[in-house]
Nanobody
Framework: QVQLVESGGGLVQAGGSLRLSCAASGRIFSNYVMGWFRQAPGQEREFVGG????????SYADSVKGRFTISRDNAKNTVYLEMNSLNVEDTAVYYCAAETSGWGIKRRANEYDYWGQGTQVTVSS
């Protein structure tokens, strides 16, 4: 079992920055992938980016590439989502998730095995 707890959401003005954290507990294996997703009201949950727990290799959605950065701190079992140049379209509930197959960074929400409770990010214009 893996437990995930997100933090760091809030209200920020357009153009601003925010850093989300995802603290993981339980059995974390090096071949796990940690993903970040977001869901705006009335929309499907969408992939934001992901990171291999062991290597730190990352992959991002085109909509956030160059603005968002995912990193991890193995000692703290924590994954971060650094968000810069935020715009109103980034407003959503942000979730972290763990995928345990070891077969690459997957982009579909239904392929992830464990989820956090989500944290709200609101970007004002």
């Amino acid at each position: 079992q893996v437990q995930l707890v997100e933090s760091g959401g809030g209200l920020v003005q357009a153009g601003g920055s925010l850093r989300l954290s995802c603290a993981a507990s339980g059995r974390i294996f090096s071949n796990y992938v940690m993903g970040w997703f977001r869901q705006a009201p009335g929309q499907e949950r969408e992939f934001v980016g992901g990171i291999w727990w062991s290597s730190g290799s990352t992959s991002y959605a085109d909509s956030v590439k160059g603005r968002f950065t995912i990193s991890r701190d193995n000692a703290k079992n924590t994954v971060y989502l650094e968000m810069n140049s935020l715009n109103v379209e980034d407003t959503a509930v942000y979730y972290c998730a763990a995928e345990t197959s070891g077969w690459g960074i997957k982009r579909r929400a239904n392929e992830y095995d464990y989820w956090g409770q989500g944290t709200q990010v609101t970007v004002s214009s």
